[in-house]
């Protein structure tokens, strides 16, 4: 599985990656302020890897964060991506990360063995094993998962079977409804809850994506994903998760306009996950404050599904012109610290406490985030996350504190 997932990846997603890169790049109809102005990047995305990222060197500086448990300090879930199986830096395989998810999170979210490929590879075939070990052990140590993804388009994680798959639309909706069906049913009453489905709508507004889902059964096969998994497992919550929808209004308003059909239609879902894979500089936080609002606005839950924040803008006009942080800095740190703490801030002043979906940050250390070799092509380091190559608390920990406490938010 190892080998088939390595050979997977260079096949992987334009669409996280152009996340990445474009909410790096402040070119989008964000409307909130942004210290960067130059457009999004459209160069061949390099793969994410959740687990990869082998050029990182270990921070150069220690920080107590003083937080005893983080998830202590949030009334919603406070998550984080994890590793499964073999893959690299896994939950299972690393201790030192075990140590950190017990004592600060209280969900995790399998950043890549619960995708479709994983979990459904072929028609008859339904291979639980790796996702099973990872939701045992979160319910083994009192921790919730958020299960990801049962419908996306990635090249990487269809099914070659379903790339294969001749039938109609009524075929193609049968063969998605059952695959929803057989994976939500056996996580029914081991998972909190589900991106259903994940990168439906097409960046820059203009409706659905092109995807093969959507080639093949137009929009419907969202609702029929949303209206499965509701069906066989009636206790998770339901998310509909997507990334630049907190800057990209025109792409957010494809996600509202859907969110509207359901009401209309008694479609179930529950919430809006935003990936929320953003930068030091952008998007501004009236940006998102405003984007999340109008979720808010509709009555559903809000989830900060994939936070993480890159130390270096690939897309900046300073980045192009060779400025790279390639070491780490405690003042960086503090830097990026203020900047959790506004974005999370921004959150907590946005969102209803009854609508908080929770947050979860996209890996636990450093080396491990998918930014590395995906927005960075493997060519330096970056410090995205909440602890370092060496499991030590950052200042961005800090930061997260002070905003679920009320604290100001100060590079300090
Ligand atoms: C997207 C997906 C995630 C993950 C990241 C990159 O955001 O939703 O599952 O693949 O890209 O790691």
């Known amino acids: 599985m190892q080998q088939q997932r390595k050979a997977a990846w260079p096949l992987v997603l334009a669409s996280a990656l152009a ?20 457009p999004p990047v459209t160069t061949t995305p390099t793969p994410p890897a959740t687990g990869g990222g082998t050029t990182t060197p ?3 500086t220690t920080y107590d964060a003083g937080v005893t448990r983080l998830a202590a300090l949030a009334a919603f879930p406070m998550g984080v991506a994890v590793g499964g199986g073999n893959e690299d830096r896994s939950l ?20 890549n063995i619960m995708k479709m490929s994983y979990l459904h590879p072929a028609a008859d075939t339904y291979d639980y094993t790796q996702a099973d070990e990872l939701v045992n052990y979160a319910a083994a140590n009192g921790i ?22 001749s039938g109609d639309k009524a075929a193609w ?6 695959h929803v069906t057989h994976i939500a049913s056996h996580y029914a009453g081991k998972v909190a809850s589900w991106d ?58 494809a996600v509202t306009d859907m969110v509207d059909g359901f009401k209309t239609r008694g479609v179930p879902i529950d919430g809006v996950g935003f990936q929320m894979h953003i930068n030091m500089d952008f998007p501004s936080v009236g940006t998102i404050s405003a984007a ?4 808010v606005d509709r009555g559903l839950k809000v989830k900060i599904s994939e936070l993480d924040i ?65 927005a960075f092509n493997n060519k330096h380091a970056d410090w995205p996350l909440l602890f370092d190559g060496q499991y030590h608390d950052k200042p961005a920990l800090r930061g997260v504190a002070d905003a679920l406490t009320g604290q100001a938010c100060t590079a300090n």
């Open 19 to 38: 996340c990445a890169l474009a909410a790096c790049g402040g070119g989008g109809g964000g409307g909130g302020g942004s210290a960067t102005t130059t």
């Open 58 to 60: 270990p921070a150069s």
């Open 92 to 111: 299972p395989k690393t201790p030192e990360q075990q140590t950190i998810v017990k004592k600060h999170f209280s969900q995790i979210t399998p950043g």
């Open 144 to 165: 919730a998962v958020h299960a990801h993804t049962l419908i996306w388009h990635s090249d990487y994680q269809v099914p070659t079977f379903m790339k294969n798959f």
């Open 173 to 178: 909706l049968a063969m998605l409804d059952d």
């Open 196 to 253: 259903v489905v994940n990168e439906a709508m097409a960046d820059g507004g203009g409706g659905y994506r092109n995807s093969l889902f959507y080639q093949h059964t137009g929009a419907d096969f969202v609702e029929h994903a949303f209206r499965a998994a509701r069906a066989a497992d009636p206790k998770a919550l339901l998310y509909y998760n997507d990334y630049n929808i907190e800057w990209d209004m025109t792409k957010l308003q």
């Open 292 to 295: 999340m609002k109008k979720v």
């Open 310 to 374: 890159p130390i270096n803008n690939p897309n900046s006009a300073a980045y192009k012109s060779g400025d790279i942080k390639t070491t780490y800095t405690l003042d960086l740190g503090l830097q990026q610290k203020k900047r959790y703490c506004e974005v999370v801030k921004a959150y907590m002043d946005t969102v209803p406490a009854s609508q908080r979906g929770g947050i979860v940050v996209w890996g636990v250390d450093d080396p491990s985030s998918w930014l590395i070799q995906a």
